[in-house]
């Protein structure tokens, strides 16, 4: 199971939201590139990084920063999410150095775009499933659908999406823990590898998900908690690699 470091962008900035609030962030750096750097230094295996303002305007706000970090370190695989809504930005973001990108409100709203992307892009589609009590957040989770987001994955399942970051929007940021049980229901749904978001605090959580990782689990993204130094990294990698 892979530790994804976060980084969340936000007006050029470093920045950790409290169940993705723009008006209740916490700026950790004005320096994304050196960020990298910081998590890279840890033997990190991958990035995940999000243009906050991106995911409320509908198109990419801080590509510049994002094409600067996959410049700097151009053997990181690096993820990013965020205002991602045409083929237009997944070229660009690709073409800049950027492994995969995340498909996100578009995927909700129209579901056959990820199966025209993945066709167009094959390998490197992320879609990006945000729940709420296991229904679908919209628009930087300002919208809550109707829609199950265990349905949804399972109308991914044979358009070649690479895999789901599954969100629990209650827990993300809160430091209050992963919600095992909705991640690993998610897994169970789909034959896409799921990776894990949201709550994740400490080492409890890590050993919580890897013990059922081989259920579908491929990963779990971190933010707040390796920024305020209940969990590190390397240590926890070190963890996931020894557990067969």
């Known amino acids: 199971m892979l530790i994804i470091p976060a980084i969340d962008l936000k007006d050029g900035q470093c920045v950790r939201l409290r169940q993705g609030l723009m008006d209740d962030s916490t700026v950790f750096s004005d320096d ?143 430091m209050q823990g992963v919600n095992v049980e909705q991640t690993l229901t998610m897994a169970q749904a789909s034959s896409i590898p799921v990776i894990a978001s949201g709550g994740i605090t400490n080492m409890d959580d890590i050993k919580a998900l890897a013990q059922v990782a081989e259920q579908g689990i491929m990963g779990a993204i971190t933010g707040r908690a390796i920024y305020e130094g209940t969990l590190d990294v390397a240590e926890a990698q070190a963890w996931c690699d020894g557990v067969r």
């Open 32 to 174: 994304p590139v050196a960020m990298a750097k910081r998590w890279v230094d840890t033997g990190c295996r991958r990035l995940h990084l999000v243009d906050l303002n991106g995911a409320f305007a509908g198109a990419p706000v801080n590509g510049e920063v994002v094409t600067a970090i996959a410049k700097a370190y151009p053997d990181l695989p690096i993820q990013i999410g965020g205002g991602i809504r045409s083929a237009e930005t997944i070229e660009h973001y690709l073409q800049a150095g950027v492994q995969y990108v995340i498909i996100g409100t578009k995927a909700v709203k129209e579901p056959k775009f990820v199966r025209e992307m993945c066709r167009a892009f094959p390998g490197h589609v992320i879609v990006g499933l945000d729940a709420k009590d296991g229904l679908v957040a919209t628009d930087g989770w300002a919208e809550v659908s109707e829609q199950k987001a265990t349905e949804l994955a399972k109308r991914f399942e044979q358009d070649g999406v690479s895999s789901i970051v599954y969100t629990d929007i209650a827990r993300d940021g809160m």
